[in-house]
């Protein structure tokens, strides 16, 4: 059996990992900055966008997978998973903005409630599908 919904965000998530990693690279080269931030500024929003990704992402592609396994709605299950994906763009593009009243930049914001809602549908929907059947 083939999780192509899984394989569709795990592709997008490794490719935008790389894209990140890539970026903390050029940006400890130009700050020639081995080891932690040194207090540059690009070099720390690089960390965290590549971090954040890191964190974020393992956790609903293995929910999206096992979802697919058990045979869940592929439209339904491509929605969640498009509403994750746009939430870790959103962020991935408000980590590296700033804005002057030092408020999160709106792309943090709706990365965040997006990510949040997407996880939140995924737990629901295996829940209701796998785990409570079990009970």
């Excluded at 599908?129 to 009970?135: A, C, E």
Aim: aromatic share 6%; hydrophobic share 60%; with cysteine.
């Amino acid at each position: 059996m083939v999780l192509t919904v899984t394989a569709v965000v795990g592709v997008l998530c490794g490719l935008a990992l790389l894209a990140t990693s890539i970026d903390v690279v050029v940006q400890r080269e130009r700050s020639h900055t081995l080891f932690g931030d040194a207090g540059n500024d690009r070099l720390r929003r690089a960390i965290r966008a590549n971090a954040n990704l890191a964190e974020h992402a393992p956790v609903p592609i293995i929910l999206i997978g096992l979802l697919e396994l058990a045979g869940a709605d592929a439209v339904g299950l491509s929605a969640i998973a498009a509403l994750f994906l746009f939430g870790r763009v959103a962020n991935l593009v408000g980590i590296y903005r700033t804005r002057a009243d030092g408020k999160p930049p709106v792309g943090r914001v709706i990365g965040i409630f997006s990510t949040w809602a997407a996880v939140l549908a995924l737990c629901l929907w295996l829940g209701w599908m796998v785990v409570l059947p079990m009970l």
